[in-house]
């Protein structure tokens, strides 16, 4: 069976230079893009393993994980993404492609 893909392109403006926003995410991590919370502090770095827990229910199953693929400062980060709570199996296939680049 062929696997599908989809493409979701979303742009989103923030009127701030593309250096401050980059230091938000590389001094917090990933957490405040994606409003969850991390058991420990991300350092961001390629290949660096994520995940990513409900603020309500840290501690249990991670909401998301996943791992940096490209980390380009401070213009661009990629990473791929699991969600556990689909019950897909955890298998390369059934991760997302997330990559954010910022322009000024």
Known sequence: ?????????????????????WKALNSKGL????????????QLQ?????VWFDRE??????RLK??????APPR????????PSTKLPDLPENYTAVDITLHP
């Not at 957490?31 to 991300?42: K, P, V, Y």
């Open 31 to 42: 957490d405040n893009l994606q409003l969850l919370r991390s058991h420990e502090d991300m």
């Open 57 to 62: 229910d840290a501690g249990e199953v991670p």
């Open 1 to 21: 069976m062929a696997t599908k893909e989809t493409t979701v392109e979303r742009t989103v403006v923030i009127d701030a230079p593309a250096e401050v926003i």
């Open 66 to 71: 996943g791992r940096i693929t490209v980390l």
């Open 46 to 50: 390629e290949g660096s393993e994520l």
């Open 76 to 83: 661009r980060i990629a990473y791929m993404a699991f969600m």
